[in-house]
């Protein structure tokens, strides 16, 4: 089945879900911008955090039941995918750390407000908002409502475009002033997309994003 089809309501739909993803990044970016990090600003990201983000799954349940899906088994029937993709990420991330730290690379922009905020709280803030959070809205607004949205025919073309798109948003929703960095991010934001198609569920890439969130703030 092609239901929703309407391109239209697509277009309303999408726009819904990046404006939620906005008020989320919204409220991580005044967040860290504050320091100390204060109680109530942890109880303003969790509250807009946790509300988009079960939107944001109830209404991805709720449109997957108009699309077929030809993988049956669940994202752990294929450990050796699993545990490629993992090291995989991981020593892109290494790679990328141990340029920075040679200054091949310039600092991702967060790492450089860390520096002006440093402390523990904002680590561990940004840990779970940069590392965490973001990351899995992204997938779901990049990758799976995309892909149902924008790229549902079974070719070959079709596939390609839909994870150079996904992966050249990717970078665009992680945007660096870094030409090198920006670059970087779409190779991810692509391997990530290949992942979602290759095993047909969406919690591969939310997987290999969280990690590669979590090891980015990790090697901060």
């Known amino acids: 089945m092609n239901t929703p089809a309407s391109r239209q309501g697509n277009l309303i739909r999408y ?3 990046f404006i939620s993803y906005l008020m989320v990044a919204g ?7 504050n320091s100390p990090i204060h109680i109530w600003d942890l109880i303003l990201f969790a509250t807009i ?6 939107f944001f799954i109830y209404r991805f349940n709720r449109e997957q039941r108009f699309f077929d899906r030809s993988f049956a088994g669940s994202w752990l029937s294929n ?3 699993i545990i490629s993709l993992t090291v995989v990420v991981t020593a892109l991330r290494i790679s990328v750390s141990w340029l920075q730290s040679y200054g091949r690379l310039k600092l991702y922009n967060f790492q450089i407000v860390y520096l002006h905020h440093e402390g523990v709280a904002t680590y561990w803030f940004l840990v779970v908002a940069i590392g965490v959070v973001l990351p899995i809205l992204q ?4 990758t799976g409502f995309l892909f149902n949205y924008a790229f549902r025919s079974n070719t070959v073309s079709t596939a390609i475009l839909g994870i150079l798109t996904s992966g050249i948003l990717f970078s665009l929703l992680n945007w660096q002033h870094s030409l090198p960095l920006l670059l970087i991010n779409v190779i991810f934001g692509a391997l990530f997309a290949w992942s979602y198609l290759y095993t047909q569920t969406l919690w591969m890439p939310i997987y290999l994003a969280v990690l590669n969130g979590v090891l980015l703030m990790i090697m901060t």
Do not use: D, H
């Open 27 to 33: 409220v991580i970016k005044l967040v860290t911008a």
């Open 79 to 81: 450990f050796g995918l």
């Open 15 to 17: 726009l819904i879900y």
């Open 49 to 54: 955090s946790l509300m988009v983000s079960l």
């Open 139 to 142: 997938e779901f607004l990049i």
